[in-house]
């Protein structure tokens, strides 16, 4: 196939996976912040990755230019090679929002970068169909294929992932009046560490609260049902284990629900943590609350709060 474009240019959010109870099937979009990718294509094929900066100030001099470490250069290999693409790309990464902090950093390049090189050919696969390529991607930052960020830094709204054999994406739009707020305590977590920390087996009375308040949040958030969202927003299988993880984080999470929100959890593997809340004053205020938890504790955070996100990524610019 060839390129239609010279360069083109896309956006893909910072997306909120595992969401308490969903650990590994379930996460959301955000509208901001974000990464931005640019793709500019060569008659050299292959991958190569130009920069990877950043405009506010995050670091990003430990971030991989080789298109194999990269979480984007992994998934535009992964998408030329399926579309027998006849031509290469150089590819800027502009990232919005640091790595390893659980805000899906990671999957939202590889989901900007296969949304834009999509642009260039004048996006001949939808969406979803790019979640594949996404995911190799991701795989590079995880060690396996999973879609809980990449699959809403694409597509957009909450997505449950139903099974992924074959991929079985289920998109929900998200209640209009939803907030969330994040805050990312500055330290860092490896998903691998938080991985290895998880017990092999449940007992199956946790499993069954479980998956009742997996089930009671699908629900809610398709009815747009505040209290049965509140009432299911709880993790007993993955959350006591990795909030020893998180200074403070029994702390944080008393202090957004004091504050008001719905409900609070770890955001992907942490050290992020997020929280639900039903209009942007609350999710404002619960930010707040937090923010001086870790102040307390002197320790330093940046808050983020956005509406959930109906889009994931977009295209910002071909030409
Ligand atoms: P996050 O939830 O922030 O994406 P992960 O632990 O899943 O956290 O991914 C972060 C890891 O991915 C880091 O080791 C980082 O070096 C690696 N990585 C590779 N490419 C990128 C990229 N383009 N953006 C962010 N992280 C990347």
Known sequence: MKAAYQEATAFAPATVANVACGFDVLGFALESPGDEVTVHVTRKPGVQI????SDNGLPTSHLPLHPHKNTAGGAILALL??????FGVEVHIRKRMPAGSGMGSSAASAA???VAVNALLEEPLALEQLV???MKGEAIASGSEHADNVAPAIIGGIVLIRGYHPIDLVRIDPPNNLYCTIIRPHCAISTKA?????PKQIPLQTAITQWGNLAGLIAGLIRGDDGLIARSLHDVI??????????????????????????????GSGPSLFALSTSENIARAVGTAMYAVCADMHIDSTVYVSRLAHGGSRVLSVH
């Open 238 to 267: 993955v959350e006591p284990y990795r909030a020893a993880l998180i200074p403070g984080f029994y702390a944080l999470k008393e202090a957004a629900l004091n504050a008001g929100a719905l409900g609070c959890s770890i955001s």
């Open 81 to 86: 090679e399926g579309i027998q693409a006849k």
């Open 50 to 53: 130009i920069a990877v900066e």
């Open 194 to 198: 938080a991985r290895e920390l998880l």
């Open 132 to 134: 594949d390529f996404g």
């Open 112 to 114: 900007a970068a296969v």
